[in-house]
């Protein structure tokens, strides 16, 4: 854990030189060739991980930067190269983890270093070659295009401009006509839209599909599991995941629809109605930015004087928050980091819901678990695969529960109530975006239009009763246009539902002791992802998602906790 790390500001990567940088992997790799023994290696990964440190943070700043504000040529720029860069730099690296695959020593480092580093390399190992090199710089374009065009977004509502995070308050507005007309806006602009937003797929699937025929997979399914590390779990573990979703979740949040139903006091609920909990509408911060920092701080050094209240304290102090949304500034939320400082960044675009509390629970989590495990020998070892990851991110979220007064004041115990159900009827809306994917990458010469009819198909399968109206983008099965993980990275989000199945035993375990579940808690975080998925969920004496068969209880629980 770093204590004294410099600031933000002071952070500088200079553009990596690839001829150079090249000739020192060249390099890395003749000494590998002559160490005999794993000691002799092990001094060597200290080499290897000083210039994947070093690459990694110039690869972040420059990401970030893009992110803090997409229409600066000069971020544009650099992030076009990067687009080039990274993935010349992913083949210098496949080079690494080939030799020490395939090292003769091997045996008595994966001994020394644990096997979860060689399941992640064969992966790593598996989707990298120089054949598919242009297509992957193809798909980093592409995936940049898709985040400038949702940062674009201009919608006039109530007299003024506004983009997807400014819309966000209105579209989950107290007043149903003000919410069904910022759906209609929003509505406007996905219609002049529609056709971007499936070429570019289109593109996606077919360059997708291409790199994986060329490296020998069925599909791109297969691959898309290689390239997000899902080492240890496979497609026929997440088809029992989506049968427990289907048979203990979906009948369960149609109760839970119809309640809301019923709060809202409407006799059919809308799409535009489904994230609003009452008349009076969702809780609120009662503060801006500054005033949820000063709360933020309280509360994680009550939870943690140790280390959550020190290090919140870091990252708000030395400029690793960047919280306010501006024009041109990228949406969403995320925790990014540096490697060579071993610090966490967290980017979110406040807007006055109650979401903007969630960002201090959720992305926190991420960077507390980073910070925990920043220093780990592997960096392979920091960052767990992002199943594991949401875990400490959405886990947190119910940890903070307690907290929430600071936040909500009088309407805290709302926010939680919300809170718990959303998570709940999260899982199906989370699967089917999976499920989705791969009916698309299954038949990837489909047209744009059979692919809105599969994505109907995955809304009344996992979301029965949902009804658009006449929000035209939505009634054509274009919802998941609007979810950046299907185009930036294919196969992510199934990863958000399988760590919330573990984040809702960690509510049960806070309601219980909280003291413990805290300590549970950062003893995961520590282990950062040397081991995957179902060992770090074992290792925390909680029951993997994957193995079904505990979301009966979860269920039982929650009707108890929700009174139902
Ligand atoms: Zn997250």
Same mark, same amino acid.
């Given at each position: 854990?770093?204590?004294?790390?410099?600031?933000?500001?002071?952070?500088?990567?200079?553009?990596?030189?690839? #001829?150079? %940088?090249?000739?020192?992997? /060249?390099? &890395?790799? !003749? *000494?590998?060739?002559? +160490?005999?023994? $794993?000691?002799?290696? @092990?001094?060597?990964?200290?080499?290897?991980?000083?210039?994947?440190?070093?690459?990694?943070?110039?690869?972040?700043?420059?990401?970030?930067?893009?992110?803090?504000?997409?229409?600066?040529?000069?971020?544009?720029?650099?992030?076009?190269?990067? #687009?080039? %860069?990274?993935?010349?730099? /992913?083949? &210098?690296? !496949? *080079?690494?983890?080939? +030799?020490?695959? $395939?090292?003769?020593? @091997?045996?008595?480092?994966?001994?020394?270093?644990?096997?979860?580093?060689?399941?992640?390399?064969?992966?790593?190992?598996?989707?990298?070659?120089?054949?598919?090199?242009?297509?992957?710089?193809?798909?980093?374009?592409?995936?940049?295009?898709?985040?400038? %065009?949702?940062?674009?977004?201009?919608?006039?509502?109530?007299?003024?401009?506004?983009?997807?995070?400014?819309?966000?308050?209105?579209?989950?507005?107290?007043?149903?006509?003000?919410?069904?007309?910022?759906?209609?806006?929003?509505?406007?602009?996905?219609?002049?839209?529609?056709?971007?937003?499936?070429?570019?797929?289109?593109?996606?699937?077919?360059?997708?599909?291409?790199?994986?025929?060329?490296?020998?997979?069925?599909?791109?399914?297969?691959?898309?599991?290689?390239?997000?590390?899902?080492?240890?779990?496979?497609?026929?573990?997440?088809?029992?995941?989506?049968?427990?979703?289907?048979?203990?979740?979906?009948?369960?949040?149609?109760?839970?629809?119809?309640?809301?139903?019923?709060?809202?006091?409407?006799?059919?609920?809308?799409?535009?109605?489904?994230?609003?909990?009452?008349?009076?509408?969702?809780?609120?911060?009662?503060?801006?930015?500054?005033?949820?920092?000063?709360?933020?701080?309280?509360?994680?050094?009550?939870?943690?004087?140790?280390?959550?209240?020190?290090?919140?304290?870091?990252?708000?102090?030395?400029?690793?928050?960047?919280?306010?949304?501006?024009?041109?500034?990228?949406?969403?939320?995320?925790?990014?980091?540096?490697?060579?400082?071993?610090?966490?960044?967290?980017?979110?675009?406040?807007?006055?819901?109650?979401?903007?509390?969630?960002?201090?629970?959720?992305?926190?989590?991420?960077?507390?678990?980073?910070?925990?495990?920043?220093?780990?020998?592997?960096?392979?070892?920091?960052?767990?695969?992002?199943?594991?990851?949401?875990?400490?991110?959405?886990?947190?979220?119910?940890?903070?529960?307690?907290?929430?007064?600071?936040?909500?004041?009088?309407?805290?115990?709302?926010?939680?109530?919300?809170?718990?159900?959303?998570?709940?009827?999260?899982?199906?809306?989370?699967?089917?975006?999976?499920?989705?994917?791969?009916?698309?990458?299954?038949?990837?010469?489909?047209?744009?239009?059979?692919?809105?009819?599969?994505?109907?198909?995955?809304?009344?399968?996992?979301?029965?009763?949902?009804?658009?109206?006449?929000?035209?983008?939505?009634?054509?099965?274009?919802?998941?246009?609007?979810?950046?993980?299907?185009?930036?990275?294919?196969?992510?989000?199934?990863?958000?539902?399988?760590?919330?199945?573990?984040?809702?035993?960690?509510?049960?375990?806070?309601?219980?002791?909280?003291?413990?579940?805290?300590?549970?808690?950062?003893?995961?975080?520590?282990?950062?992802?040397?081991?995957?998925?179902?060992?770090?969920?074992?290792?925390?004496?909680?029951?993997?998602?994957?193995?079904?068969?505990?979301?009966?209880?979860?269920?039982?629980?929650?009707?108890?906790?929700?009174?139902?």
């Amino acid at each position: 854990m770093n204590l004294d790390p410099r600031s933000f500001q002071d952070i500088h990567a200079a553009t990596p030189d690839m #001829d150079a %940088l090249s000739a020192s992997y /060249t390099q &890395l790799l !003749a *000494s590998m060739g002559q +160490a005999q023994d $794993a000691g002799a290696l @092990r001094e060597l990964l200290g080499t290897w991980s000083t210039m994947r440190r070093a690459f990694s943070t110039w690869s972040a700043l420059v990401s970030l930067r893009y992110s803090q504000d997409t229409t600066h040529e000069g971020h544009k720029e650099a992030q076009a190269q990067a #687009d080039v %860069l990274r993935p010349e730099f /992913t083949l &210098l690296e !496949a *080079s690494v983890k080939r +030799a020490l695959l $395939a090292h003769p020593a @091997r045996a008595a480092l994966e001994a020394d270093l644990g096997p979860q580093a060689f399941e992640l390399w064969g992966a790593d190992e598996r989707v990298v070659s120089a054949q598919t090199q242009a297509l992957l710089v193809r798909e980093n374009t592409l995936s940049s295009s898709y985040t400038k %065009l949702l940062a674009s977004v201009r919608v006039e509502f109530d007299g003024e401009a506004r983009n997807l995070s400014t819309l966000r308050p209105f579209l989950t507005a107290a007043g149903r006509q003000t919410r069904h007309d910022a759906y209609h806006a929003l509505g406007g602009w996905m219609g002049e839209h529609a056709e971007q937003l499936d070429t570019l797929y289109t593109e996606l699937v077919e360059i997708r599909d291409q790199m994986a025929t060329t490296l020998g997979y069925s599909d791109y399914v297969a691959m898309g599991y290689d390239r997000r590390r899902r080492v240890g779990d496979g497609q026929r573990d997440v088809e029992v995941w989506r049968k427990e979703v289907l048979e203990h979740i979906v009948p369960f949040a149609r109760e839970l629809r119809a309640q809301q139903a019923e709060e809202l006091e409407v006799e059919r609920l809308m799409a535009w109605d489904r994230e609003v909990h009452g008349l009076q509408g969702n809780p609120t911060p009662k503060g801006g930015v500054d005033w949820m920092i000063a709360r933020a701080t309280e509360m994680f050094d009550e939870i943690d004087t140790q280390e959550m209240g020190p290090l919140f304290r870091l990252l708000s102090e030395r400029g690793y928050l960047d919280l306010e949304t501006r024009p041109g500034k990228s949406g969403g939320g995320f925790c990014t980091a540096f490697a060579t400082q071993n610090m966490p960044y967290v980017f979110a675009n406040f807007n006055g819901t109650k979401h903007d509390a969630e960002v201090f629970t959720h992305e926190i989590g991420h960077a507390f678990q980073y910070w925990k495990a920043a220093d780990k020998e592997l960096m392979d070892y920091t960052w767990p695969t992002l199943e594991s990851a949401e875990i400490h991110s959405m886990s947190l979220e119910f940890l903070t529960w307690p907290h929430m007064e600071k936040f909500f004041g009088e309407d805290a115990e709302r926010f939680r109530r919300i809170h718990l159900i959303e998570s709940l009827t999260f899982l199906p809306y989370g699967v089917a975006v999976d499920h989705f994917q791969h009916l698309v990458y299954e038949n990837p010469d489909a047209t744009p239009a059979e692919r809105l009819e599969m994505w109907r198909e995955m809304e009344r399968t996992y979301m029965p009763g949902l009804d658009w109206g006449d929000i035209g983008y939505g009634a054509q099965g274009r919802r998941w246009q609007l979810q950046g993980h299907i185009y930036g990275v294919p196969f992510y989000y199934i990863d958000y539902t399988l760590a919330q199945a573990v984040a809702l035993q960690f509510w049960v375990m806070n309601t219980k002791d909280s003291e413990h579940a805290i300590q549970v808690y950062k003893d995961l975080c520590a282990r950062g992802g040397s081991a995957p998925f179902q060992e770090l969920v074992d290792s925390a004496g909680l029951v993997s998602p994957l193995r079904g068969g505990f979301l009966g209880e979860v269920v039982a629980q929650a009707r108890v906790a929700l009174g139902l």
